[in-house]
């Protein structure tokens, strides 16, 4: 047997070419597994069982510099009142001058699972004409659900992120002063008769425009996740997931996994249009199909210059005043332009090319829309 070194040789380069290809083929599948455009289920979806519950009380805010409500508020000399005789101290409401004490709401946003000794923020927010909350300190407020139960207490020094000062003839003022927060101003006294785990079931709703492309996406990304038809779409923008048994009572798992789950939500295509700031906002799948556009600005500019006449000497008239109009009408002249684009960049590209402002082109996309050829639905704020 005679042994031929380029044979091989040649086998083992070919070995290694097969090799590196299967290895570019394994690279490209593992970055294709991931949609484009991709962003967690946990970005665009609520999930049932997750959410806040709003609390409300009201209270008092003292220790301020004189620019706490005025005498003109009778509600918050009656607290003030209130307050002192549950403290065992007798008070004249007429001797009460609380330019040193605000009535303010106080707000704040409990979750589901928070539990007895929790802390959540809390938000200030003055109800009379206190001119700044600078500096005050709220005094114990129960905070209620719409239950009327009361589900935490609030207690604290306020942070505002601005100032205010005024003088005689200037005031000075920074952001909003008759609003503050309180970090960790609230304690939880009571939970949320509510379980978790014990759902035996979970809906997930899509936040947005319902979109049944998009709900058919997650709903196969789901079941390829969890493992048989557990997911089901209920309608463009809700899913009902049943708890697959290995998650019963034990549903933590089951959501790290779906949160993270990637997604390439879609829509309509879009163009959103805000008259007061023009501003114009264009969505990615917007398309436009032939159309020529021409655009130019016509300006009118009406200038008045009176005459006055004024008679001669010992004559006996009288100074006459003449009306002079000059009027000016300049009209911009730009050429027809031909736009075929069948892509967003191509749009922009052919509406920068009219010279369109931003004024200007919320006339040009009104006016495409009214031709039928820009496919998009146009939303004016």
Known sequence: MIYDARTHNSRKELARNLALIL????????????????????????????RNNELVGYGLVVGLSGTGDGTSNEFTIRSMTNMLEKMGVSVNPANLKPKNTAAVMVTAKMPTSARPGSPIDVTVSSVGDAKSLLGGVLLITPLRGLDGRVYAVAQGSMTLGGYSAEGQAATSQK?????????????????????????????????????????????????ASVGGNMAKAMDGATIQLTIPPRFQNN?????????????????????????????????????????????GNLQIVVAESPNVSQPGAFSGGTTQVTPNSDVKIKEQNNRLLLMEGATLQELVDGLNSVGATPRDLISVLRSLKTAGSLHADLEVL
Not at 195 to 203: D, H, I, M, R, V
Not at 276 to 281: C, E, L, P, S, Y
């Open 251 to 295: 549903l933590v798992p089951l959501m790290a996994s779906l949160e993270n789950l990637d997604i390439s939500p879609d829509s309509r295509a879009k163009v959103v249009v805000d008259e007061k700031t023009g501003t114009v906002v264009l969505g990615g799948n917007v398309r436009l199909t032939r159309v020529a556009v021409a655009h």
């Open 23 to 50: 290895l570019c083929l394994a690279v490209l599948i593992i970055a294709g597994a991931a949609p484009a455009r991709a962003v967690r289920l946990k970005d665009i979806a609520s999930f049932s069982g997750m």
């Open 175 to 223: 952001n909003i002063t008759t609003v503050g927060h309180i970090p960790n101003g609230a304690t939880v006294e009571r939970e949320v008769a509510f379980q978790f785990n014990k759902q035996e079931g979970l809906t997930i709703n899509l936040g947005g425009t319902p979109d049944f492309g998009t709900v058919m996406q997650v709903v196969n990304r789901i079941n």
